[in-house]
């Protein structure tokens, strides 16, 4: 099967902690995103990949910090450091190519912080 | 100028009523503009898409309407489904930076 998978599906973190959630694909795209999506917001850009060991920030960038050592690899921490954390955190995905290309989505990771 | 305006945030049909959903944009450079469909609990799905060079595009039940001149476009849903049920988002995809501005959803309730 191929797709995007992330984990866990729920997270619960006690403020003051780092928190890291995965997200893998075997699509074999080049590009991969992360979003966050909170009531009545749509979804709002972290971070963004278009290659291995390059990453960019994006309009929401502040207390998140990411990695992209694999192809297929995009990890996102959530640090203390985030105001206010508790969302519904989604990865997606897109081949890389000149012009504009569909982006898929994984099932997403809900954190809550206690 | 990066911002995608979408209303209305809820809309409810009666079954096989036409459901339509509007966005409108500032931002000139947008070259390609999807429509996302999404479950509760789920991840969005690329519902249909257009390019600014096309007025409009139909995919079965599913219609994109494009006003470039008025940077509006629109998504129509004939003949409403319950299975139709969920929260649609609209996007601008920005040229060369590859990303994707969503419009804040609308939540779609198709009653039986």
């Known amino acids: 099967d191929g797709g995007i998978t992330q984990s866990p599906k729920y997270l619960f973190r006690k403020e003051g902690q780092n928190v890291t959630l995965s997200c893998e694909q075997n699509l074999n795209h080049d590009a991969m995103y992360w979003y966050r999506q909170d009531p009545g917001q749509g979804l709002r850009l972290i971070y963004y990949s278009q290659i291995v060991n390059d990453f960019q920030k994006g309009d929401i960038a502040e207390g998140y910090s990411v990695s992209r050592e694999k192809k297929e690899s995009f990890p996102l921490t959530v640090t203390s450091a985030q105001k206010n954390p508790t969302a519904f955190y989604l990865c997606?995905?897109?081949?890389?190519?000149?012009?504009?290309?569909?982006?898929?989505f994984g099932p997403g990771t809900r954190l809550t912080v206690l | 100028q990066q911002q995608v305006k979408q209303s209305p945030q809820s809309l409810i049909v009666q079954k096989g009523g036409i459901s339509i959903i509007n966005c409108a944009y500032e931002n000139t450079a947008f070259d390609y503009f999807p429509w996302y469909q999404q479950f509760p609990g789920k991840g969005p799905a690329l519902l249909i898409a257009i390019r600014p060079d096309v007025s409009e595009k139909k995919e079965g039940r599913f219609t994109i309407s494009f006003n470039k001149s008025a940077k509006q476009f629109s998504l129509h849903i004939m003949d409403s489904q319950p299975g139709d049920s969920a929260t649609y988002f609209c996007?601008?995809?920005?040229?060369?930076?590859?990303?994707?501005?969503f419009g804040s959803g609308t939540q779609l309730t198709v009653l039986p």
């Open positions: 997606a995905s897109s081949i890389r190519t000149s012009g504009a290309n569909e982006q898929f």
């Open positions: 996007a601008a995809h920005r040229g060369s930076a590859r990303q994707l501005t």
